[in-house]
DNA sequence: GTCGCTATTGAACACGCGATCAACGAGTGA
DNA sequence: TCACTCGTTGATCGCGTGTTCAATAGCGAC
């Protein structure tokens, strides 16, 4: 806890100190209170400052929330992705990652990611930042199981899609969370959703039947018949 | 389309027919523009009334939100749903049914629940539709899946962890397309997701073996011994 | 000690919000 | 034709928002 800046504001400091301790301000007012809260009066009481000054470091708000959001996120980033541990194997790593990502502890910033998905699409100078976080989350993860793979051979899986299916996953779960909504074993279910990224099938070879079909054996019906289906499916869907 | 109302509104309608006229001109309101846009104001213009008259049948706006909020999820899952064809496998169904949640068409109720879970989280009146909406969806599909089961027992797939991990992918790139990121083919990222969620093994006999390397070799390879693995690992590691 | 630069303030504007309430007037039964 | 009922209105309150700007006052330089 290095909590800057609660309410006193020594008067007139250096223009970056200052512009630094309203940043900061902003960035826990965010993490407490969800992106929504990032009012200029409300950022000026965090600082203890006027609201005409927080407006005069950020004249426009909309562009300040994109810049708030780019802040937390990326600490947050920084600091999930530094816990992975390179000695250990990549089912473990991932499975500490998703269950850190899940715990009830980080609802703030699953609230903040939410808010930037529905603010995103009508503030274009949030939605691109949200589109860059997101990128560097992906390549991230991606790396960490390119980097796995690496190290051991036997890995069979495919480093892209897992990035995708683990952001997805993770963050759906982090959404519902929000509302307190989750299963009764919610540990349980990350094993399992991490065994569905990690244990499936890589389409290594993309024939051009639509595949998606496995080998044949096991578990599943669909045969490759079937499994042709539904990319027709999807393209009359459309 | 059978959009009700749009400006005309004879005066004086008997109360169950403003009522509903209201309910109609909101529900389309928050389809196109999101939740947030549901103001006394924007409604009533929608409608074609006085912001008095909004007020006068709804007077308090947060509850209004989330009956709008229920109706609008209600409509779209029993639509979803019914689109469900029992002749057809389980697989390509939900292939069907990913690929019709995920149509960009579809953004506007992704926006509705995106919002949801935002504003849920503090508004309590939602926030208990929503966990009702969302229950409704995840025994929908438990039921589907489990049925499907029922007609081929070769099927090895358990629905209620299924349906968690389908509603949480299904939601999380939703959430992901408000803001237009989206992987270059997200048809074959369904076509994967599904495989994901139907292709993995039901940790049916949680026993304790250690090891964590998985066995090697084949692809969806999956014994019950690696399902088991990871409950361990998420034990030691809490 | 004084001056000047500028960080900071206070006040105001224009807007949108939910909510309230007395008053209007269309429809209806007498 | 009158009177009553009640759906509907217009006006208003109190509050919160982003934004602007002239005026103030702290601090370093001289």
Redesign the interface.
Known sequence: MKTTSRAAAPRRLPPEERERSILDGAVSLASES?L?ALTVRAVAARVGVTPALVAHYRPVMESFVAEVFTTIVAAERDEVIASYDPTI?L??NL??LI?TLLDDSR?DVA?VW?????L??RNEAL?TR??TE??LWHSALEDLIARAIAE?P???V?P??SA??L???????S??S????A?RDR?????????????????DAPRRT?Q?A??TE?????QPV??A???Q??ET??
Chains 1, 2 share one sequence.
């Open positions: 969800g929504e194997d089912r473990t499975l500490c269950e609802d609230m939410v808010q930037s998905w529905a995103g699409a939605g949200v589109r997101m990128d051991d036997a890995l069979r495919d892209d899609s995708w299916m952001l997805a996953m993770v963050d759906g779960m959404a519902h929000l509302v307190h909504w299963p540990a349980a279910l990350a094993r399992r959703t991490l065994s569905a990224v990690l244990d499936v099938p890589v389409p639509a998606s496995q080998p096991p578990v599943q019906s669909a079937q499994s289906q539904p990319a499916a999807a869907l459309r």
